[in-house]
């Protein structure tokens, strides 16, 4: 009997506009056009200290810009969804319910409590989705609305509109020099640690960004750069704000206690606390100088998150292949997380080819947006995860890795903040 094969048909390849990293480029690249044509998008702050305060955020004063800014994020989101052939009417039944646990998150951040503690909605949004998804479960209706990595790479291209390579020159030379001796270095040192408590590649990327650049976005940009795991990225940035809490207060106590000065104190805070509200609220304890120094040096870290993702993205890139089978050009292209280039383009953009007054005049908007996205991927990420996925993971070595990395940091830094503003390697500065 005369044998026969049957070949399976190769699956058809997607157009390369169509996917998700092109869609984010896109939906970006429209998002800061419209914002620089003049739609500036302004939302009411989601502050209250007390049950008064929380009430007025419910008026329709407050709520129809918000209900506005979810319609014009769903309105730009639905190319990008259909590019990809996802269902559009599944993804619109569920996108309200995912906005509006994204607002809630806000809104739970925007206590005094929590600002005072340095919970941002980024945990707050984590924690509802794990919430559902761990009670009653997500619906697979719900899911569908779930985009965390269309929402991500989203968010990190408009982010780059507002990373500035401007500010690194206004940070001052001192701030630079300090910045990047401390992200080069820890960045290693995690990474070594990381490896050596056997985590993989992946994780101790993730991991290592976060500390040493600024934690949270840090983390969303490299988890975006190496294509990472968004269960991973949720780990990550769950431990980054619970470790980040009582370093708020427990540093400046440090700094008092030693007697260290302010230039030094402030400049050891923005090192290593993770964003720039946690170091004014940590500066402010200490003097108004310690504020500004600290203020100053995060500035200057903040801004190398789009050199550190790109970066990155090269290096996961070049190592996604073996050794000895080196990638050509069209390889490397062809890996290359596209929304990269999108992100650093933006930054281009407005770093060099705009007027700084527009620059400034479109801030605000565009923080809001981007705010909006980065809520509604990590809604996603808590609803496509179990809590016991991330409470069990890797038994703890990437908690004793974190936790190991930043005790480096902390000593590292403060070291480099003696030799910089201290006056011992150069007259300290006059602020």
């Known amino acids: 009997m005369a044998s026969s094969t049957q070949t399976t048909p190769a699956p058809a390849k997607t157009a390369w506009w169509a996917s998700e990293d092109w869609a ?4 970006g690249a429209v998002v800061l056009g419209v914002i620089l044509l003049g739609y500036r998008p302004s939302v009411p702050a989601l502050k209250w200290s007390d049950s008064s305060g929380l009430l007025q955020l ?28 996802l269902n559009l009417v599944r993804y619109s039944l569920g996108f309200p319910v995912v906005f509006a646990l994204a607002w809630l998150a806000q809104l739970l951040a925007g206590n005094k409590i929590s600002e005072t503690w340095g919970f941002e909605y980024v945990v707050f949004a984590l924690g509802l989705g794990l919430l559902i998804s761990n009670t009653v479960g997500t619906p697979e209706w719900l899911l569908h609305a779930a985009r965390t990595e269309f929402f991500i790479k989203t968010g990190l291209v408009t982010m780059g509109a507002t990373l500035l390579f401007r500010e690194i020159l206004q940070a001052g030379a001192l701030g630079i020099i300090q910045s990047v001796v401390v992200v080069i270095v820890v960045w290693y040192v995690s990474f070594w640690i990381a490896k050596k408590l056997r985590l993989d590649d992946e994780f101790a990327a993730m991991l290592s960004t976060a500390v040493s650049i600024c934690g949270v976005s840090a983390a969303i940009a490299a988890c975006g750069a190496i294509q990472g795991d968004r269960k991973k990225l949720g780990y990550t940035t769950s431990i980054v704000l619970i470790v980040a809490a009582p ?10 206690t030693a007697g260290l000065p302010d230039l030094v104190a402030g400049a050891w805070l923005g090192g290593t606390l993770d964003t720039t509200g ?8 200490i003097s108004e100088t310690a504020m500004k120094v600290g203020t100053i040096v995060k500035f200057s870290q903040n801004v190398l998150i789009g050199l550190a993702a790109f970066a990155l993205s090269l290096w996961w890139t070049l190592r996604s292949k073996q050794a000895e089978d080196r990638p050509s050009a069209s390889v490397i292209w062809e890996r290359f997380p596209k929304f990269v280039l999108g992100f650093m383009a933006a930054s281009l953009v407005f770093s060099f080819l705009l007027d700084s007054s527009v620059v400034a005049a479109t801030k605000g908007a565009i923080g809001t947006i981007r705010t909006v996205w980065f809520a509604l991927a990590f809604v996603s990420i808590g609803l496509e995860t179990r809590f016991t996925e991330l409470i069990s993971m890797e038994n703890g070595r990437p908690f004793l890795t974190f936790v190991s990395a930043q005790t480096f940091n902390l000593i590292w830094t403060l070291l480099l903040a003696w030799l910089v503003f201290g006056g011992v390697v150069v007259p300290a500065p006059e602020i």
């Open 24 to 27: 984010a480029v896109w939906i």
């Open 58 to 85: 419910f008026g329709p004063d407050r709520l129809l810009p918000w209900l506005a800014i979810g319609g014009v994020t769903w309105l730009l989101s639905l190319p990008g969804v259909a590019v990809q052939k």
């Open 247 to 256: 370093m708020i207060i427990v540093q400046p106590w440090i700094a008092r």
């Open 278 to 285: 946690s170091v004014v609220a940590a500066g402010a304890l």
